[in-house]
């Protein structure tokens, strides 16, 4: 979508780009983030309408700005941490800012379910634009903030935000959070010290979900990346199933495909085929990266489709995550609906995922 779809907000250099993120392990902080256009100090002051005292599950109204700049959002904080309560997650990746995009973020958006966002890499593209252009940046988080201003993003980084501009010419603010409410999230792109240092955090009967969210899929049927998440896999995968990591996001592959539960794969390099081991300590691995981009849709699937491989279909789209108790969370892919500029999403997969930890029983879609 041209830059001119998202003007800046109305107001003398008001806050733009807004964006927030889950700020402490209780689910009671916030970290707010925001962009203020000219080149002289901004406002630095959030003020938050009604009660100072940060309680759970509460609705906040907060302002930006002063005067005729002053701009208004909301968000609601976390319910109290517990191993049985529900939350819900969208699953986004490989946004971008395309039509395609502006239909994957509105999809999400008509659904009233999602709570928070789990994004799995490759932002606004800019670096797919002539001379890298970094207005882009900009326009992403304005495209974004009807959402991402009023529920916690939770973001990994993805190849597309590793860029080599010469000038940046706008300020760009980019938060990766951690969210524990009921699980444990890392991201690959992050230190690997970083992802060894948060399993020490887990403690499976506060938060009984432990999900990762990485950017290139290790387990992954089509021709575009194919094998490219493998030595992270070769890595760390050994740790994933003695843990009994529930489920794997990742994006970077340009559709749609959620995995068996399975591990080992042996990769026969001469005739291509691939022998995993039916392993009910595994994740699921779900690739989502399906958001938009900007290099089209990835439809090259490997024939015939491997025994590792549970659905695929190249399509555009997001996910629906919600966590039940700590036994139970039921999973939904949602379609875009083609030709049509609808906010409507169609549900074209779903799974009940039976938590590795507490029920490690075989899940059927
Ligand atoms: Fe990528
Ligand atoms: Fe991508």
């Known amino acids: ?6 003007p800046l907000p109305a107001g003398y250099n008001a806050a733009e780009q807004v964006h927030i993120t889950q700020g402490d392990h209780d689910g009671r902080g916030m970290i707010i983030s925001w962009v203020t256009p000219l080149n002289e100090d901004g406002s630095n002051v959030v003020t938050y309408i009604g009660s100072p005292i940060v309680m759970y599950e509460t609705k906040y109204f907060y302002e930006l700005g002063t005067g005729r700049s002053t701009r208004q959002f909301n968000f609601m904080t976390a319910p109290k941490v517990g191993p ?42 800019a670096d797919d634009h002539p001379n890298h252009d970094q207005r882009k940046w900009d326009s992403y988080g304005r495209f974004v903030e009807p959402s991402a201003a009023y529920q916690p993003w939770i973001w990994a980084a993805g190849n597309h935000e590793i860029d080599y501009a010469e000038s940046i010419p ?36 506060e938060t009984p979900w432990l999900i990762v969210l990485v950017h290139a899929p290790w387990y992954n049927s089509n021709n575009y990346h194919y094998m ?63 958001g938009g981009n900007i290099e089209g849709i990835a439809n090259n699937f490997i024939d015939p489709q491997p025994s590792y491989s549970a659905f695929r279909e190249a399509s555009f789209g997001h996910a629906i995550l919600e966590i039940k108790n700590r036994t139970h969370a039921h999973y939904t892919w949602h379609r875009n609906k083609e030709d049509e500029f609808i906010p409507e999403a169609v549900i074209a997969d779903s799974i009940w995922l039976k938590n590795r930890y507490y029920l490690r029983e075989e899940e059927t879609s």
């Not at 979508?1 to 998202?6: D, S, V």
Request: glycine share 6%; charged share 20%.
């Open 1 to 6: 979508m041209p830059l001119e779809t998202f």
């Open 84 to 125: 049985d309560v529900p939350y819900t997650f969208g699953v986004i990746g490989d946004l971008g800012q395309t039509f395609a995009s502006n239909q994957t973020l509105y999809n999400y958006m008509s659904n009233s379910k999602g709570q928070a966002v789990l994004f799995a890499g490759d932002l606004s593209y």
């Open 170 to 205: 706008h300020k760009v603010h980019l938060h990766f959070g951690t969210q524990s409410n009921e699980l444990q999230l890392t991201s690959s792109y992050s230190p690997l010290t970083q992802l060894m240092d948060e399993r020490k955090k887990v403690n499976r009967s």
């Open 228 to 290: 490219e998440g493998e030595s992270m896999r070769v890595t760390f995968e050994p740790w994933f199933v003695e843990n009994k990591v529930d489920i794997v996001f990742a994006g970077h592959v340009h559709a749609y495909e959620r995995s068996e539960r399975i591990s080992n794969i042996q990769y026969n390099i001469t005739d291509g085929m691939s022998t995993p081991v039916k392993d009910q300590n595994a994740p699921v691995y779900i690739t989502i990266g399906d």
